[in-house]
């Protein structure tokens, strides 16, 4: 609703109210309508202002309107054009957000004051909309066409102080902002109003404006991936430089409803809250953020200074924790000091564009040591050296002895087992792994893996570490490669198989690349090292000097098998650092990818030699075998209890492996694909290739086509107790 009363002798006051954040619901919007007919009826008020209720004043139109089946039309618009149609000056007084629709509410106002910790913006194209209530055609004609594309195409908050240098505020207030805009309310009574109607200002002309666009769309669809928002706001926003507003408005309204309708909005909009709701973390034995408070961390460490251990430094200083980061020599310690220094300066360089600095020469902030003894009074650790279990458990074991009773011990792991791990402890219930991922100072995914005895205050703590962090922390069960990594084994393995029956790594990859990915999963092998995976299979024994002798060369433990990936790595092509995997490329450290010769060549022998017929196979196949191998892990992972929900594996993908937002997430992908269609995929694809599991359809798969493929939200009713290994 919105609360209507008197704030001075002449100025009405409306306030919005919307528990958390104020959302334009159509009650909102009924009692905002409501509010100025009446200050408009009432001769003895003179002005009018809006503002929001618990210091917000609003994050625009409530998201879940828009997938309700009784959605109709955009009621804000006209709402809009009534507060600036007014006599009587209407001021918005914006404090915390005013986003999307807010933020249209407060361009129709005549006149905006904002608190100097607000913040502003258009996010409506990161949930694959545009600002549709006019605020595309009013935007422009306050601050110009360039500034307006930005903040509309890429949906960034901007702080009042910016918005006060683009002329979106008139002024910004470091005291109570409610009372300086009745202040200033009061003081513009009497003034002329049209200057201050924007849909009567022209929209500022550019000299170029023609170039000026067409660079403009260019930057635009490169940055959009395949998702169609960004583009259609660049759309809306050139209409306003073409059109008059009345035409403007009406070639927005178009577009809104396009992309309203569009699976990219929905799927977008789903994201959205299911990365809220995995922040509601529960464990199937009945732990619970809600009965769960986190320990607060006032000093943290690091232990290796290795590519993860520096982007993991790098975050906490950027959090603002105090940080000692250990290594196990001094030469490695210099080398990693060098290293977080320079990401270090890095971000302190992008925070100062925004008016923020960073603190990272205070040794008390920032301690660089070989002394584990100095972690003694440390509350919580994050170990990130090798993947190597026996290195992982005589560190802890040191830990276990040397950290305070309190402190939370973390394993930065993309793998092993928590449990042997926190067995090398006397505190296993302190014991939680933290998975974060390469570049850790950038990549907003954190997977937090519970072992048997973690505490729920461990998990309570992590989980508000990732907040401090500013990333998405998504808690899951303990099993190999956990949530991310485990879907991502048969999509890779169906990938490598593919190219053994005829196709190519570039074609495969530009197939997933057409669909959304940021990168294919040969680029991507390159890009982070084939001789990562190949330690991981010596270790399993799948290859190397302890494989049995005798062994198929493409068969282990009677299961389908490609030793491709090793044979790469016998003939030193290791990707990327090498300058040669499954792509040749400039030199070694080199970033483009070109098709290699060599590598068809190599193919063709070893297709020969293993008497494999090279077949034509098509983008339909690729991108099923792929998907739906991936999709499939994700149904055993639910089966098993290993994540509570498919939001959570969704999350995972999007913010972790770069899946394309605007698709949902893997199992939202599959719920709007239908489960039926993909266990016949499945079926049809694993009696052609009957030795390989990761075809072979899962159970609860089979069992939700079999209740009738029931909406994504309720399938996890479906899930079993009985098959929960936790
Ligand atoms: C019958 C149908 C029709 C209904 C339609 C009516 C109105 C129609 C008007 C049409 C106008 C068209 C043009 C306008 C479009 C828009 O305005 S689209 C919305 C644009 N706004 C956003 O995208 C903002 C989204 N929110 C955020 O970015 C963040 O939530 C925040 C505001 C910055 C706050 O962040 P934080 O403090 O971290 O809290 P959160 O955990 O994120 O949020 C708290 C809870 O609030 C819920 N929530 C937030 N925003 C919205 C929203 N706009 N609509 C609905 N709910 C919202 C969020 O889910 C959290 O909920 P819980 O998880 O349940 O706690």
Redesign the pocket.
Known sequence: MAQYARGAAAVAVIRLHNP??N????TV?QALEDGLKRADADPSVKAVMICGENGKFS????????S?P???G???GPIISLIERSEKPVVAAIEG?A????L?VALGCHYRIAHVKAHMGF??V??G?L???E?TQRLPRLIGVPAALDIITTGRHIPATEALKLGLVDEVVEENTVEAAIRFANKVIGQPLGPRRLSLKPVPKLPNMEAFLSEALVKVKKQAHGCLAPELCFQAVKAATEQPFADGVRKEREL?NILLTSGQAQALQYA??AE??V?KWTTPNGASWKSTSPQPIRKAAVIGLGTMGRGIVTSLVKANIPVVALEQNVEYLNMGRKAVMLLLEREAMKMEQGAQTLDFHNPARLQFTVDFDVLHDVDLVIEAVFENMALKKEIFHKLSRICKPGAFLCTNTSALNIDEIASATSRPHQVIGTHFFSPAHVMRLLEIIYGHHTSPTAIATAVQLAKALKKVGVVVGNCFGFVGNRMMFPYVQQAVFLVEEGSRPEAVDQVLEDFGFKIGPFRMSDLAGLDVGWRSRKGQGLTGASLPPGTPARQRHGHRYSPLPDLLCENSRFGQKTGKGWYQYEKAGGRTAKPDPWLHNFLAQYRDTHHIKTRFIDQEEILERCLFSLINEGFDILAEGIAAGPEHLDVIYINGYGWPKHRGGPMFYASTIGLPRILAKLQKYSEAHPDVPGLQPSAFLKKLVAMGNPPLKEWMSYQSRQSNKL
């Open positions: 958390p954040v959302a334009l619901s159509l919007l994050a625009g139109a409530d998201i879940r309107g828009f309700s009784k959605r109709h955009v009621p804000l957000i986003l999307g629709g807010g249209e996010p409506e990161t949930i909309l600002p549709g209530a605020g809104f959205f809250f809220r709701e922040q």
